[in-house]
């Protein structure tokens, strides 16, 4: 592998310590999350949208509802995901208002595409939107763990949250969004014992099926 993403990849780790005084700075948060938007998702419809947070009263309350996990005090930022409960065809013709307005196409161009994507996503049950949409939203996690690591900030992504909680917290439990999961972002603290845990994963011969 090339030895720069090697590296970062074998340097990041789910920090479990953060230091408290030492934060993102703000063109470097805004690198991160420039990497979460130009996730790619199905259909390209971005089915999600993050809080980033800050501010330390509303993650004390976000720590009680999180197992009081000292990452959602300590990290820099908080980046929590939520993705929409449910993609409608309002959603569509505004993601569908974008295409036109960037691509500079009108509206009888994408006839053919509006339909594509209402045939991909309006019918799902509800359990099949939810596992939708969530994937999508994992990929911009991905994105941003990756992104973070290559930039040595480090990261914990945290799904050891009550979401019914979270979502009253961040006002959003009457909206059409929900939170899925969350990335800490910041700094390692020097007791981090987990900073030095060897990783344990499954090796290439038992993940990868060569044909
Ligand atoms: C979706 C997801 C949710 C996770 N939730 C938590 C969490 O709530 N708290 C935590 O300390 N670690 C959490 N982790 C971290 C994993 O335990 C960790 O990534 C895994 O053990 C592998 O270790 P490494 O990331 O340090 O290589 C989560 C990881 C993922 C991908």
Redesign the pocket.
């Known amino acids: 592998m090339n030895k720069i993403i090697s590296s970062a990849l074998n340097w990041r780790?789910?920090t479990?310590l953060f230091n408290p005084d030492k934060k993102v700075s703000n063109s470097d948060l805004n690198a991160l999350l420039e990497a979460t938007r130009l996730a790619p998702s199905s259909l390209g419809l971005q089915p999600w949208k993050a809080f980033v947070i800050s501010n330390k009263e509303v993650r004390q309350k976000l720590k009680a509802a999180a197992w009081n996990?000292p990452?959602v005090s300590d990290a820099s930022h908080l980046v929590i995901f939520t993705t929409l409960k449910r993609v409608t065809e309002t959603y569509i013709d505004s993601y569908l208002n974008k295409v036109l307005e960037i691509r500079n196409q009108k509206k009888e161009d994408v006839e053919g595409y509006k339909k594509m994507l209402l045939g991909g996503t309006v019918g799902k049950s509800s359990d099949e939107m939810k596992a939708w949409t969530a994937r999508q939203t994992y990929i911009a996690l991905g994105f941003l763990l990756e992104t973070a690591a290559l930039m040595k900030i480090d990261a914990?992504?945290?799904?050891?949250f009550d979401t019914a909680q979270f979502d009253k917290i961040l006002g959003i439990d009457a909206s059409e969004y929900t939170t899925v999961?969350m990335a800490a972002v910041g700094y390692r603290n020097d007791d981090d014992k987990?900073a030095t845990v060897p990783?344990v994963r499954f090796c290439k011969e038992e993940l990868f099926i060569q044909i």
């Open positions: 780790y789910a479990k996990q990452q914990c992504p945290m799904e050891g999961v987990y990783k």
